[in-house]
């Protein structure tokens, strides 16, 4: 049934029949492969699949990040972040990384935190003189700490498919996220020591504090998550309709000017929009994952893996390079869609830690975010700077390199996801 599965999904997948319809023809055939199939038991799945609580969080998320986008806050994280580091060599690459992580507690899209990035900050670095294929490849590697630190849409998505609490995924990324970053400093820190880039002029501490006074409303917005989060005032759902609330506001009331009552439609129907493809994907999945545990496609593969090795540490690598080819090849909400149901049984069978992997399994297909040739992310930039697939590949690689050493460190030292995970949820 394993093979079933995949030869069928895969097989629609390479004809370019949507993610969602590949998922629900690969269900069918296999039901009617085990002799269970009738249309009515499809067509429940999919409706309950959308009709799950947890699953509210996300196109409440999608509409804040929405929002947010349109009130101009993207442009006054980033004035925030030029004054503390524009000043040295190299700056706009610090600003970058900074500014991501800032924007990840805000969205939890790696598209449309990208997409934000790029456009403030890619033409700021080719007017200094940056090479603008390293530039490109530096805001899509940083785009993607987004669905790491919380809020994170795909991490809500696993949480639900895998009954896994989205309170600990969530406090669980918070760590790996910052490592994340700084690993891209550090990088990026032996880059611009060889090339002389233009700095712009060091901020006066007027200025700066002038700067965090804009900013500071848009970064309480992920604290009054965290702590809200973490002291049990709210659910993840209820969190993300507190974050549309609070854009709202700050939008109407402290940054007057950039988002008009006249925008709002249009806000609506553009998150409207990418909640149909993230709902419907999530429906799917459901119907693909209640066909799977019947076939009982779990205990198959987990059988076969344990066949080949016992050992937690080597299971999570060869899950790892399994995951890293998935990424390649397929984004990352119908991968963790896909494969949630069918590894989880696996690795919690073992003693893994669901938490653990969960973050493992998003840091993995992240990179396959930026990876050719399917990396959403690398596209959104190559648009954005107007370069080829090629070029910015060319300019990416040593921030990939990094994230994979990461991914790599994650795994061998668990304790790293798992002793701040406790100490947050004391």
């Given amino acids: 049934m394993i093979w079933v599965f995949l030869g069928v999904l895969f097989f629609f997948l390479f004809l370019g029949v949507p993610v969602?319809?590949?998922?629900?023809?690969?269900?069918?055939?296999?039901t009617i492969t085990m002799g269970i199939y009738d249309p009515q038991i499809i067509t429940q799945s999919l409706v309950n699949g959308?009709?799950?609580?947890?699953?509210?969080?996300?196109?409440?998320?999608?509409?804040?990040?929405?929002?947010m986008n349109a009130g101009g806050i993207s442009?006054?994280?980033v004035g925030f972040a030029t004054t503390l580091v524009g000043h040295i060599r190299g700056?706009?690459?610090?600003?970058?990384?900074?500014?991501?992580?800032?924007?990840?507690?805000?969205?939890?899209?790696?598209?449309?935190?990208?997409a934000a990035l790029g456009a403030i900050l890619i033409p700021m670095m080719a007017a200094k003189g940056y090479d603008i294929k390293r530039a490109s490849g530096l805001v899509a590697s940083s785009g993607i700490i987004a669905p790491i630190i919380p809020p994170s849409i795909p991490l809500i998505m696993y949480g639900v498919i895998g009954g896994v609490s989205?309170?600990?995924?969530?406090m669980a990324g918070i760590v790996p996220g910052i490592i994340f970053a700084t690993g891209l400093m550090i990088v990026w820190y032996l880059i611009a020591r060889k090339d002389n880039y233009e700095t712009l002029p060091k901020a006066t501490n007027k200025e700066r504090i002038r700067s965090f006074g804009s900013a500071i409303w848009a970064l309480f917005m992920p604290l009054i998550i965290i702590v809200g989060l973490r002291g049990g005032v709210f659910t993840p759902t209820e969190a993300a309709?507190?974050?549309?609330?609070?854009?709202?506001?700050?939008?109407?009331?402290?940054?007057?000017?950039?988002?008009?009552?006249?925008?709002?439609?249009q806000v609506l129907v553009s998150a409207a929009r990418t909640t149909g493809v993230v709902m419907f994907l999530a429906s799917a999945a459901m119907v693909t994952a209640w066909v799977i545990t019947v076939a009982q496609v779990p205990a198959e593969l987990a059988q076969f893996l344990n066949n080949i090795t016992s050992n937690p540490t080597v299971m999570l690598l060869i899950l790892m390079v399994f995951l890293l080819l998935v990424g390649v090849v397929m984004d990352m909400t119908p991968a963790i869609l896909?494969?949630?149901?069918?590894?989880?049984?696996?690795?919690?069978?073992?003693?893994?830690?669901?938490?653990?992997?969960?973050?493992?399994?998003v840091i993995n297909l992240c990179i396959g975010l930026i990876t050719p040739p399917v990396g959403t992310v690398l596209y959104v930039a190559c648009g954005i700077s107007k370069i080829s697939i090629i070029d910015i590949a060319k300019g990416i690689w040593p921030f990939l390199i990094v994230q994979m050493l990461v991914l790599v460190l994650l795994v061998l030292f668990p304790q790293i996801v798992l002793v701040p995970l406790e100490i947050f949820m004391k």
């Fill in 338 to 361: 896909i494969f949630t149901p069918v590894l989880l049984p696996t690795v919690v069978g073992l003693g893994i830690d669901p938490v653990y992997f969960g973050i493992l399994m």
């Fill in 166 to 170: 989205i309170t600990q995924l969530f």
């Fill in 91 to 114: 700056g706009l690459g610090y600003v970058t990384i900074i500014a991501g992580v800032m924007f990840a507690g805000l969205s939890g899209s790696a598209v449309a935190d990208t």
């Fill in 20 to 30: 969602a319809f590949s998922m629900l023809m690969s269900a069918v055939v296999m």
């Fill in 50 to 67: 959308a009709n799950n609580f947890p699953l509210m969080a996300i196109p409440f998320f999608i509409l804040a990040g929405e929002i």
């Fill in 241 to 265: 309709v507190i974050a549309c609330v609070y854009a709202l506001l700050i939008s109407f009331t402290v940054y007057r000017g950039d988002l008009k009552v006249r925008d709002l439609p």
């Fill in 75 to 77: 442009k006054r994280v």
